[in-house]
């Protein structure tokens, strides 16, 4: 379907290990609800893949980057729900009480729904300037120009989106199997409070980056 497919798969593959602000929501919501928010999550990150691969090979990238004003305002989308997600794990963490542990199952089970962690998911990897940039320079190296360019990018789009969902799988379950050692202590809140920062540090630096 594309050129140097190898190549391609080595790549993405090494690049998707790489943490960024995809794993760290995976993680935090894993802590919040469990495994089946984790991988609900990635679900929907994974799922925003194709419509930077769409964007990507229709050329509407490239008018992003043109239009200074389009670019910095999907900046700002993108910044300013990374600080709303990370100011709800702060506040989770300050105002958090103990967890019996009888009672783990059932909390993870009323803080687990679908949609919002979907939504959390394609949001933050939708808006992801990042992301944008990066399927725009990186997947046109890969395409073969006799072939529908739509295409091919969307078949990128699915080898990234497998490559992905196992690793943010893996993730999640790992977090879940260790977060019930501490759920709901201090260590717990530590995690989601140390996590909620780090959402946070994205956000403004996005927000204190330069605009274009």
Not at 7 to 17: G, H, Q
Not at 102 to 131: A, H, M, W, Y
Not at 199 to 209: C, D, K, P, T, W
């Amino acid at each position: 379907m594309i050129d140097q497919f190898w190549t391609f798969f080595i790549a993405i593959t090494l690049l998707t290990l790489f943490p960024g602000v995809d794993s760290l929501l995976v993680v935090r919501n894993t802590s919040r609800g469990g495994w089946q928010d984790g991988v609900t999550t990635s679900t929907g990150i994974c799922c925003g893949l194709f419509v930077h691969a769409l964007v990507s090979a229709l050329g509407i990238s490239a008018l992003l980057i043109q239009s200074a004003l389009a670019f910095n305002i999907l900046k700002l989308l993108g910044g300013g729900y990374l600080l709303w997600l990370g100011g709800c794990s702060l506040w989770q963490a300050v105002s958090g009480k103990k967890t019996a542990k009888l009672d783990i199952q059932t909390s993870v089970t009323r803080q687990f729904q679908l949609l919002r962690s979907l939504r959390e998911g394609f949001v933050c990897n939708v808006f992801n300037p990042k992301t944008l940039l990066f399927y725009m320079a990186f997947l046109p190296q890969f395409i073969d120009p006799s072939r529908s360019p739509v295409l091919q990018s969307l078949f990128m789009a699915v080898v990234h989106f497998c490559i992905a969902m196992v690793y943010q799988v893996s993730l999640s379950l790992l977090v879940c199997r260790l977060h019930g050692w501490f759920r709901g202590s201090f260590l717990g809140r530590l995690a989601e409070g140390l996590g909620g920062l780090v959402l946070v540090s994205f956000g403004l630096r996005i927000f204190l980056e330069k605009r274009i």
